[in-house]
């Protein structure tokens, strides 16, 4: 299962060209077909509705009464822990960590792909910047300190699942994410 984040690293991905089932977060609907599209956010999820997008799509428990009529709606999985920290509450939880909890659900071994999480310089890392319902590109960049931990969290919860991270040759794993089920690979192997 390919699991695809939304950071600058797979801008030359053809995402269509992998054969694989594939869970998109966000706008990746402007560009490439996916199986499963989680939108946490309420202008995604609409931008998805408007667009008619086939895939199964999630979206936060809040917001799934708005969206209930659209055929093929679901709510993001319930977090599979309990936990006291702020990272830990379900609405600090944004699409790219739910996909990767969506595609757990789904497969015993998962890539990810576009899961920068830092940027080259000070401003945001995101595929879609500059576009609608996006931060403009001089924007700072977004601290990823809850995707790693919350991701984190999922690579310590399923132990038994192998994850595979795609990223370039100067990317370095978190230090959260170094556990026996999680591999790096460069992004040029991912075709």
């Given amino acids: 299962m390919l699991v695809i984040g939304n950071g600058e690293s797979r801008s030359n ?3 269509d060209s992998i054969e694989d089932t594939k869970v998109g977060c966000n ?4 560009d490439f077909s996916v199986d499963h599209l989680v939108c946490v956010d309420r202008k995604m999820m609409r931008e998805a509705i408007t667009n ?3 895939a199964k799509l999630y979206t936060r428990k809040d917001w799934f009464d708005e969206f209930k009529a659209y055929p093929n709606t679901n709510t993001v999985p319930d977090l599979p822990y ?4 702020r990272p830990d509450e379900p609405f600090h939880w944004g699409s790219g960590p739910y996909a990767v909890l969506v595609a757990c659900n789904l497969s015993d071994t998962i890539n990810l792909i576009g899961f920068d999480l830092y940027s080259k310089n000070k401003n945001v890392n995101n595929i879609y910047k500059d576009s609608k319902n996006y931060n ?5 960049a977004i601290d990823p300190r809850y995707w790693i931990y919350q991701i ?5 919860i399923y132990p038994t699942k192998k ?13 959260a994410w170094i556990k026996p089920n999680v591999s790096l690979d460069f992004i040029s192997n991912i075709v």
């Fill in 13 to 15: 991905i053809n995402i």
């Fill in 27 to 30: 706008a990746i609907l402007r």
């Fill in 52 to 54: 008619k997008y086939q």
């Fill in 82 to 85: 309990k936990g006291t920290q």
């Fill in 136 to 140: 403009s590109s001089d924007h700072h």
């Fill in 152 to 156: 984190g969290k999922l690579f310590e």
């Fill in 163 to 175: 994850f595979k991270i795609y990223q370039e040759t100067d990317w370095n794993l978190p230090e």
